[in-house]
């Protein structure tokens, strides 16, 4: 289906970019582009973390990103959150593989993109 920004932040376009490298690159993307995404810029500072992902319901999914993250970790944040997505579209509950993997997959994702523009995004 799409993505869509909301929230406070200039960098809001590196979400479509992170979620159209995922679409591309992802092993499940037939199914993560049948979904509705809103990513959600505010302030976590209180909150201690660059993000998380609720499920809204079937096929919409809630997105929130700090709003003032380096280009790397907001990078490596979406395609963290957007495997998040795809584990539960497929019912994986077990926190510590979520977690584990959704890890493995935002750093391989964010070294293949880079590889594959042969330099590091800045905007």
Known sequence: MTI???GDNNSSHIAFDAYNY???HGTHKHIFKEK?????YCDLTEDNV???????DDNHWLVTIHNDLKITEHFKT???EFQHII????GIKCE???ENEAYQIEGTMYRE??????TVPTS
């Open 113 to 118: 993109m880079c590889a594959s523009r042969q």
């Open 36 to 40: 509705e995404i809103e990513v959600h």
């Open 22 to 24: 995922f679409i591309e």
């Open 87 to 90: 584990q539960d579209i497929y």
């Open 96 to 98: 510590v593989v979520r």
């Open 50 to 56: 660059f993000g998380w992902c609720e499920q809204c």
């Open 4 to 6: 869509c920004t909301s």
């Open 78 to 80: 979406l395609f963290h």
